[in-house]
């Protein structure tokens, strides 16, 4: 029943003879001769010319103003948190289908996760659950800000996530945060070359965050950014990142609790790289995206594709199976072959640590974990 898919895929990923793996790093541009000439540099650790540079086409493929390197996406996101004003017993509305750093952030910042539902057609925060919890279950201080009515905590944050590179209905979701007196970072940790329009994620929330992990479309290795339009909090966040060091030419003297979050230059000079080859990527992983979606035409499995009006970039291609059973029956099968797949990720209130977590209903993340499988998605050469 289900060889036929892995015998497309084979197809597809023709150069693999053997094994066939989820998302691979591709190197087939500067990044040899960047990592040399940083090591030739010296500069190796977080100050360097390939950080800055990294920065700077951070800002010129998402119109951001402002971004700010750090060594991972997860401190990415503290990071942003931390700067936002989430502290200690904070709530921060987040979605309970992502990648366990999203949860594991929030945390992290002192705050506490509430899992609000997603839409089953872009696997992201859905506006209209997050909408009817607010409604429902706050109400609103002296100072305009946002009271959970059952925990009495502050709700300062709103963490929506982008998932598998598929936009959710960010502007939707920033109005009810601008009603609600709420701040909204946006994860974009797998969005990076994804748009709502003609604006890139990252761009309808106070700040957003990306990750550059050896499996995304572009990396680095170990990496991720911060991206904001707002100039106090980027200052903010880049002194914080650097250990809260109060520039001076030999002193060294901290104004306040910091953090060692600063991308190293061997990283940074393996991003640039790759960022050079982000349209290559984007538009190889878009022919792939096309090949796979007219296949599951005639076949009982549901592709996802990008909303009308979003640009997603495919990070991860992703089925709908009918029910639990045909999705663990094809993850056997495929991987045992040697292709291999992965089901979404088990929904955070499941987790130990956010089992007891505050949630409205969740019956669309339910649904899809359930259901949603990954398919080999990597860059393939010509």
């Not at 990008?306 to 029956?329: D, M, P, Q, R, V």
């Not at 969740?362 to 949603?372: C, D, F, G, P, S």
Request: proline share 3%; charged share 20%.
């Amino acid at each position: 029943m289900y060889s036929s898919i892995t015998s497309f895929i084979r197809d597809k990923f023709s150069e693999h003879e053997n094994f066939i793996g989820l998302h691979e790093p591709r190197f087939c541009g500067n990044e040899k001769k960047y990592l040399i000439d940083a090591i030739d540099s010296t500069f190796v650790s977080s100050v360097g010319a390939y950080v800055n540079r990294f920065e700077q086409m951070m800002c010129e493929i998402t119109k951001a103003k402002y971004a700010i390197a750090t060594t991972n996406g997860t401190v990415a996101l503290h990071l942003a948190l931390v700067v936002a004003g989430v502290t200690n017993h904070d709530e921060v509305i987040t979605q309970p289908l992502t990648f366990v750093a999203t949860a594991n952030a929030i945390k992290h910042a002192g705050g506490i996760p509430v899992f609000v539902d997603v839409d089953k057609d872009t696997m992201g925060m859905s506006p209209a659950f997050l909408k009817e919890f607010l409604e429902n279950q706050t109400e609103r201080d002296r100072e305009g800000g946002c009271i959970n009515k059952i925990t009495k905590r502050k709700i300062k944050a709103c963490l929506p996530m982008h998932t598998f590179g598929f936009p959710c209905r960010i502007a939707e979701i920033k109005q009810i945060c601008s009603e609600f007196g709420i701040v909204l970072i946006e994860d974009c940790a797998e969005s990076l070359g994804s748009y709502v329009g003609k604006d890139h994620t990252g761009n309808f929330g106070l700040a957003a965050t990306f990750s550059f992990n050896g499996n995304k479309t572009v990396t680095s290795g170990g990496g991720g950014a911060i991206i904001t339009n707002d100039e106090d909090f980027a200052k903010k966040a880049k002194h914080l990142s650097t250990t809260a060091k109060v520039p001076h030419a030999w002193e060294f003297y901290h104004d306040e609790v910091g953090y060692n979050y600063r991308m190293p230059n061997l990283n940074a000079a393996l991003a640039v790289a790759q960022l050079e080859q982000l349209t290559t990527f984007l538009a190889n992983k878009r022919d792939l995206a096309q090949s796979y979606r007219l296949f599951f035409e005639t076949r009982p499995e549901t592709f996802v594709w990008e909303l009308e009006g979003t640009t997603a970039n495919f990070w991860l291609n992703s089925i709908i199976f009918e029910n639990s059973e045909s999705k663990n029956a094809f993850l056997k099968f495929s991987n045992e072959r040697k292709v291999m797949t992965r089901p979404i990720w088990t929904l955070m209130d499941k987790l130990p640590a956010f089992k007891n977590c505050q949630k409205s209903t969740l019956t669309n993340a339910e649904y899809l974990e359930k259901r949603v499988v990954n398919l080999p998605s990597s860059f393939r050469p010509s």
